[in-house]
């Protein structure tokens, strides 16, 4: 907390709230008037008036939670999850599924307003539970009991849970079974699980490799792969310091159920969190990028997501990620799949920086970026280096607005040819936007 001014709000504060901010909560003021500053309250909807607690302040702004519902939205509905209240996983449990999309779509559209771009298109979840396959959870143990679950809102605090219903039931299964394994770990850390939707590989950072413990993961493996229904544990991946130990298989093949080569991947690295949803976005992207024929750079290009569907009809697909495990996936997929993929590893914004330097041009750019987006420079980098398109995929629509404002301003030879939010997570404020960038005077249109 810091500056605070002459007034202090407490929980007798009641805001009204007209919008929502790019984490999610509710945006309002005062309803007395007599503080000017902007409200960011968590847990509250446009057109609420609630009481609030205070949780953060500034000269300019004030944060808090709601402490008592005054009026409420059409759009709240009773959460599905009975730790909502507390656990951080998920901060929209209280919004109505069918609505979360197109709400995404006006925080993107908030975000893009001053480069003057129109709301985005929502393509909304086709599920709302039960669709995460990548999940982090954290644990806790004492004695032989572990206590496991997202960290709460805004805090470390462990939320132990023995369900979470936003899981794909595989991997909601699978990490529950680490609390049969309370006596092998550190009294705290964290399980990261990667699910197909029947098999299950889970990696442990920060625990060595342990006789007993082997054991008993390879017992799950053989007692799981021998029952005929329900969920498969196939692998652990233990990394204690630099010793690296798999107990069974510690990989999955993921999103292979159609014409498009499957990844393969591990625990630890990156995968879009809904499989279905996933299966839209990789087809939107290479609808956008018009691969066929032309010559492909992708930047932030993981495990090949959108790798080895744009190599099936592109000429050549140069990929760049700095994850060296992702890299190696990427590289085994393209070899398996004989796919035209070219795999380096680097830091994408030096080597597109090299490549605008150097005058090397592809007709297609894909960029995929962290939450830090990929910075001014190399937003001009990529204008250089494009000679047609770039699809640039987004999870933060702040660094994709300051983005996008050196690639669209006034003078630019691009322009946005289509702009669409994917509900990837839903229950949580979480976006995946894919804006379209053409070269101008080469044809109209996203198509
Ligand atoms: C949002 S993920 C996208 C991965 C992939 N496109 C997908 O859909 O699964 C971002 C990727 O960028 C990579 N990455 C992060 N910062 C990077 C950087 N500065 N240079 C290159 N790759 C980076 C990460 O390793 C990760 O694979």
């Known amino acids: 907390m810091s500056n605070s001014t002459s007034t202090t709000p407490d929980s007798t504060t009641i805001v009204e709230i007209r919008d929502l901010a790019h984490g999610g909560e509710g945006v309002g003021k005062a309803a007395d008037g007599d503080d000017a500053r902007v409200w960011f309250v968590e847990g509250a909807l446009p057109g609420e008036r609630v009481r609030v607690g205070l949780t953060g302040e500034h000269k300019r702004w004030l944060r808090g939670h709601v402490v008592e519902l005054l009026e409420r939205s059409a759009l709240r509905v009773e959460p599905p999850c009975p730790v909502a209240d507390r656990c951080g996983g998920c901060t929209w449990q209280h919004v109505d599924p069918a609505a979360q999309a197109q709400l995404k779509a006006d ?22 539970l039960g669709y995460r ?5 954290h644990y806790r143990v004492e004695g032989r009991t572990l206590e496991l679950g997202f960290f709460g809102q805004r805090s470390h605090q462990l939320v132990d849970a023995d369900h979470c219903p936003v899981l794909d039931p595989a991997l909601d299964w699978a990490m529950q079974q680490l609390r049969g394994w309370a006596s092998w770990l550190p009294a705290t850390g964290s399980v990261h699980g990667l699910s197909n939707g029947v098999e299950v590989v889970l990696g442990l950072p920060g625990v060595r490799p342990h006789p007993e413990l082997e054991v008993a993961i390879r017992e799950l493996i053989a007692s799981s792969s021998a029952s005929e229904a329900g969920p498969t544990l ?29 990844v393969t ?20 992207v290479v609808a956008m990028a018009q691969p066929a024929e032309r010559r492909v750079l992708e930047l932030h290009a ?24 992702a890299v190696a996936n990427l590289q085994r997929t393209a070899e398996r799949w004989g796919l035209p993929i070219n795999v380096k590893r680097g830091q994408a914004e030096k080597l597109l920086g090299k490549l605008a330097a150097g005058g090397r041009t592809y007709e297609v750019v894909v960029c995929d970026p962290p939450r830090a987006g990929i910075g001014v420079q190399a937003a001009k980098d990529l204008i250089a280096v494009a000679s047609d398109r770039i699809v640039y995929v987004s999870c933060d629509p702040a660094t994709l607005a300051r983005d996008l404002a050196a690639m669209v301003g006034p003078g630019s030879p691009f322009e946005v040819v289509d702009l669409r939010v994917f509900d990837m997570m839903p229950m949580t404020a979480e976006v995946e936007v894919v ?13």
């Open 234 to 262: 196939v692998g652990v991946q233990l990394r204690g310091g630099r010793e690296h130990v798999g107990v069974g298989r510690t990989s999955l093949e993921l999103d292979g159920d159609g014409p498009i080569p499957p």
């Open 435 to 447: 804006v379209t960038l053409k070269r101008r005077g080469r044809g109209s249109g996203a198509a």
């Open 133 to 137: 396959r990548r999940a982090r959870l």
């Open 302 to 325: 993981g495990v090949g997501n959108f790798s080895r569907a744009l190599a099936r009809s592109a000429k050549r697909v140069w990929t760049i990620d700095g994850d060296r495990e």
């Open 265 to 284: 991947q591990g625990p630890f690295t990156f995968s879009q969190a809904q499989a279905r949803q996933n299966a839209a976005l990789v087809e939107h």
């Open 107 to 128: 925080i993107v559209a908030n975000q893009l307003r001053r480069i003057d771009l129109p709301t985005p298109v929502a393509v909304p979840s086709p599920l709302a």
